[in-house]
């Protein structure tokens, strides 16, 4: 059975920093393309960040490029989002996500696996 389990949501301040982790059971992660969706209620999903198998190849959506980072540790079977300069439009449910397949997506629907997310805050 596949498990992705999420952690490092919280509170902060805008401008602070926070790294959320997700970590895979039941598939490998370096087999797999990794992804970061994030919700707020009432509205669709939306992509974040993706990661390819490899951790080669990145994809970022336009709101959080150049503040937000997506990285793998195959070794631990996790992968990371290191969020920095953290603003007020940022806050949502951030849902770590799992896709083996052919080509990175950064198309929600293209991801089988979920994890159960980890809410974000952020004051100003």
């Known amino acids: 059975q596949v498990q992705l389990v999420e952690s490092g949501g919280g509170l902060v301040q805008a401008g602070d920093s926070l790294r959320l982790s997700c970590t895979a059971s039941?598939?490998?992660?370096?087999?797999?393309?990794m992804a970061w969706f994030r919700q707020v209620p009432g509205k669709e999903r939306e992509f974040v960040a993706a990661?390819?198998?490899?951790?080669?190849?990145?994809y970022y959506a336009d709101s959080v490029k150049g503040r937000f980072t997506h990285s793998r540790d195959g070794a631990q079977n996790t992968v990371y989002l290191q969020m920095n300069s953290l603003k007020p439009a940022d806050p949502a449910v951030y849902y770590c996500?799992?896709?083996?397949?052919?080509?990175?997506?950064?198309?929600?629907?293209?991801?089988?696996?979920w994890g159960q997310g980890t809410q974000v805050t952020v004051s100003s």
């Open positions: 996500a799992a896709r083996i397949g052919t080509y990175l997506s950064t198309t929600s629907r293209d991801y089988n696996n």
């Open positions: 039941g598939l490998t992660a370096s087999s797999s393309h």
């Open positions: 990661i390819s198998r490899t951790g080669g190849s990145t």
